[in-house]
């Protein structure tokens, strides 16, 4: 009966092993430590007993090996066992030699074998949760494909891949992102953390690696390291800069990831649920490259600090709000792509006085300021260059009718004044 129980053991947790993929060596050290377990619950120590498995053949083999003593010698009845009683079991036997005798899994009792049983479970699941961190601790910045099998609550997916719950944390979704049950999600490993013990893998659509490993499965030439992605900037589901330098003077890098007719990188662009990609040359020139980084606007000049960490760009009057971009976005991935704070300025003639639009903050207040800065009005005449509906239309609400009416009034006045005071001088 003992060496059915054995059997069944062995051969239970190796079937499970292999499925987990737990090494041999490693599940009979396991077998190993559970049964001198038993043997130290029920003894008190295990250092006169050996345990012998053979996981091929499913079997267990618990030796008690005791030293042949006088009766008189006798101290310690687990390592130590009278002539007397050795001699029942073999006549043989003399005094100080050891007396091996196999021991029954049975011995230990009903309640012990399940003990047993549910150590084994226990410590595969701790291997087995080993295993997932660090397989996927190995894996982080790849791209991972899965199924959708739960939309919790607070819009946190969780991926089934290959057996392994990730979680798609809602703030590593695109804005744009709509997944269901069953639906197949692409995203990168960003990190792997235990949480009470159990390893958690998050993965992320929003990161910028993201984006790097789409175009190096898209892209064969990226991929093949002949065109190097330098920088990328990203505003998930809005828009991206992505500086890209070629290795091999034949190669265009733009035209390389742009594809013909733009069907390398449109693909690119339905998985982040169509994010604008502007794919730009790069360059060591940073003057230059701060001028690539600003397109679709075009640039007049740049002057660089002695650092080169600021930048002052002049801007034809018509190019600001391309160079600003809708919200701030443009000039804020060029700053980020390049290293470097962007202020943008317009280009004035030389003959019509202007005001800086920062000068009205007493006026407005800071943010109502900023928020014409962020629209392209960095000056007053830029923002009487806007009619009334424009200005609310291009600030998306944050300023209202009522609102524009008194910004185009006092700035109208702040003029009017001026040129009275100019033609009181004369």
Do not use: W
């Amino acid at each position: 009966m003992e060496k059915d129980i054995s059997k069944q053991i062995i051969q239970s947790f190796a079937e499970i092993a292999k499925d987990k993929g737990i090494d041999r060596e490693v599940l009979l050290s396991i077998l190993e430590d559970v049964f001198r377990t038993m043997i130290r619950k029920k003894y008190g120590s295990d250092d006169a007993f050996e345990v012998i498995l053979n996981a091929d053949r499913g079997e267990i083999q618990m030796l008690h090996i005791r030293e042949v003593v006088p009766e008189e010698e006798l101290t310690d009845s687990v390592s130590e066992i009278t002539l007397e009683d050795a001699q029942e079991q073999d006549p043989e036997l003399e005094l100080y030699d050891e007396f091996a005798q196999e021991i029954s899994i049975e011995d230990f009792g009903r309640r012990a074998v399940m003990t047993a049983r549910q150590q084994l479970a226990q410590r595969i699941r701790e291997i087995e949760k080993d295993n997932v961190f660090e397989e996927y601790s190995d894996r982080i910045g790849e791209i991972v494909m899965g199924d959708v099998y739960q939309v919790r609550n607070n819009k946190d997916i969780l991926v089934n891949h290959n057996g392994v719950e990730l979680v798609l944390p809602k703030s590593e979704q695109i804005p744009k992102d709509r997944f269901h049950k069953g639906d197949t999600i692409r995203a990168v490993v960003r990190e792997v953390k235990r949480r009470h013990g159990n390893p958690t893998v998050i993965i992320s659509r929003t990161s910028p690696i993201f984006l790097e490993r789409l175009f190096e499965n898209e892209i064969p030439e990226v991929f093949d390291g002949i065109i190097e992605l330098v920088k990328i900037a990203r505003e998930p589901g809005d828009r991206s800069k992505v500086a890209v330098v070629s290795h091999d003077e034949r190669v265009d890098p733009v035209g390389a990831c742009v594809g013909m007719k733009g069907i390398r990188i449109h693909s690119i662009v339905r998985e982040l649920q169509n994010e604008n990609i502007d794919v730009i040359n790069y360059t060591d020139n940073k003057a230059e490259f701060i001028k690539k980084a600003l397109q679709p606007a075009e640039i007049i000049d740049v002057e660089l600090d002695a650092e080169g960490n600021h930048a002052e760009v002049l801007v034809p009057a018509d190019q600001v709000s391309k160079a600003i971009g809708k919200g701030g976005i443009n000039i804020r991935l060029a700053s980020k792509l390049t290293d470097t704070e962007i202020d943008v300025y317009r280009e004035v003639e030389e003959e019509i006085e202007d005001i800086d639009i920062f000068e009205f903050e007493e006026d407005f207040g800071e943010e109502v300021v900023q928020t014409l800065f962020d629209i392209g009005c960095d000056s007053a005449r830029a923002v009487l260059e806007l009619d009334i509906d424009e200005i609310v239309r291009r600030t998306e609400g944050a300023i209202d009718e009522e609102l524009a009416e008194r910004i185009i009034d006092i700035i109208s006045y702040e003029f009017e004044d001026e040129e009275e005071q100019g033609q009181e001088q004369q």
